[in-house]
Nanobody
Framework: QVQLVESGGGLVQAGGSLRLSCAASGRTLSIHAMGWFRQAPGKEREFVAAITWSGARTNYADSVKGRFSISRDNAKNTVYLQMNNLKSEDTAVYYC??????????????????WGQGTQVTVSS
């Protein structure tokens, strides 16, 4: 079992930056591919980014390519999402998730077995 806790959310002006963290406990993260998803009010949860167990490969939603960057530090059992040039449409609750496998980069949420509680990101225009 993996427990995930997100942090780093908050209120930021459009054009600003935030870095989200996802800390894991219960077992090592190094055997899991990881992902970030988000859910805006009244909308379905959507894929943001994913990273393989080693960090060698990543995948991004088109809407965040060139602005967001996913990374991980397996020694710290933590995954990050660096968000730059934030836009009002990035406002959402952001969730990190862990896959059971180490290599998947899929964008479908039911491919992920473990989820955090989420952290709110609000971008003011």
């Amino acid at each position: 079992q993996v427990q995930l806790v997100e942090s780093g959310g908050g209120l930021v002006q459009a054009g600003g930056s935030l870095r989200l963290s996802c800390a894991a406990s219960g077992r090592t993260l190094s055997i899991h591919a990881m992902g970030w998803f988000r859910q805006a009010p009244g909308k379905e949860r959507e894929f943001v980014a994913a990273i393989t167990w080693s960090g060698a490969r990543t995948n991004y939603a088109d809407s965040v390519k060139g602005r967001f960057s996913i990374s991980r530090d397996n020694a710290k059992n933590t995954v990050y999402l660096q968000m730059n040039n934030l836009k009002s449409e990035d406002t959402a609750v952001y969730y990190c998730a862990a896959r059971r496998d180490p290599y998947g980069l899929g964008s479908v949420d039911n491919e992920y077995a473990y989820w955090g509680q989420g952290t709110q990101v609000t971008v003011s225009s």
